[in-house]
């Protein structure tokens, strides 16, 4: 029997729910997920990778289900140590978390990959899926403001996500290339489909279609793509998803989620609260599901993920 391959592209605490649902139901040679590194930034002289930790720590177990960020078991002296310094404390390493910044970080220095580094990393927390870094190129979200433009971690952490937004550009972008990986996922010939988990449209998923060719490789792609909406009822179930489409003047619904990608979409994942929307969605040349979106457990994860695994079968 033909094994399928899938590829999931993710960003974020949301799309790492999903993965952590697909990673259940699929091997490790079966799946491989692409995560935004747009977010990515150097802090007390480290290499910080939020949503690459959020997946690893997703994937092996050790996230924190206290902070809902970070890594479980956490305890917080080396920030206590730092505040009596009078170091900067707006952004929190854990005790725990940092051994995960240092060793990047020199692994980094050394001369790898942020591809090999992640695969290192996550092999030594048991985890047999591959995590693919978007580039091995940097590329740095930038957030327009009305206050001017600001690094996507100082926005979104010391800011609180207040400022109001007028857009956003991803420095290093256009010269970023995919990695040899990645690419080898987009050529395999078991590729069966690929997901958009529900990410944030606009800071975790547009960073990785914005790397150069990223997005017409998924226009011409020849399996079926979808996305998850990231969006119930009109809103987002954790970060400023809602907040932003206003500011952008951009209707806070579904559809409008699915019209940001519908030059490659085949289908759309909609939750039972937004069923009214069903017809808006397929207007826009794309097939729809209906299913619960809302992931609260382990099973509901999977449950989504097999939804979206039968959802690409229908499509093929």
């Known amino acids: 029997m033909k094994t399928h391959h899938y590829l999931a592209i993710t960003g974020g605490v949301g799309g790492a729910k999903l993965a952590l649902g697909l990673s259940k139901l699929l091997g490790g040679d079966e799946l491989a997920m692409i995560v935004n590194t747009g977010d990515d930034f150097r802090h007390l002289g480290l290499h910080i990778s939020p949503d690459i930790d959020s997946l690893v720590y997703a994937l092996s177990g050790e996230s924190n289900p206290d902070t809902g960020w970070g890594r479980r078991d956490e305890s917080w002296q080396f920030m206590d140590a730092l505040a009596a310094l009078g170091g900067e404390t707006w ?58 433009v600001m690094d996507f971690q100082h926005y979104f952490v010391r800011e609180r996500c207040e400022p109001v937004v007028s857009g956003f550009k991803f420095d290093g972008a256009e010269r970023a290339n995919i990695s040899p990986e990645i690419d080898q996922c987009l050529n395999d010939p078991a590729l069966a489909g690929i997901i958009l988990c529900p990410s944030n449209p606009f800071v975790s998923i547009d960073p990785i279609l914005a790397v150069h060719g990223m997005r017409q490789r998924l226009v011409q792609c020849a399996v079926p793509v979808v996305a998850v909406s990231p969006l119930v009822g009109g809103a987002a179930i954790k970060g400023p998803t809602v907040k932003i489409m206003r500011e952008l003047s951009l209707p806070n619904t579904a559809s409008s989620v699915a019209g940001h990608y519908r030059d490659f979409l085949d289908g759309f994942v909609l939750d039972v609260q937004d069923t009214a929307l069903n017809e808006e969605i397929e207007a826009l040349g794309m097939k729809v599901t209906v299913t619960q979106t809302v992931m609260e457990t382990l099973d509901d994860r999977m449950k989504l993920a097999q939804v979206c695994l039968d959802f690409l079968g229908q499509l093929l």
């Open 91 to 148: 952004f929190s390493l854990g005790d725990r978390d940092l051994a995960m910044h240092i060793e990047r970080t020199r692994r980094l220095e050394a001369g790898e990959s942020i591809t090999r580094v992640t695969a290192g990393l996550a092999s030594a927390l048991g985890i047999e899926h591959r995590i693919l870094p978007m580039s091995n190129d940097p590329v740095h979200t930038k957030v327009l403001t009305a206050s001017g």
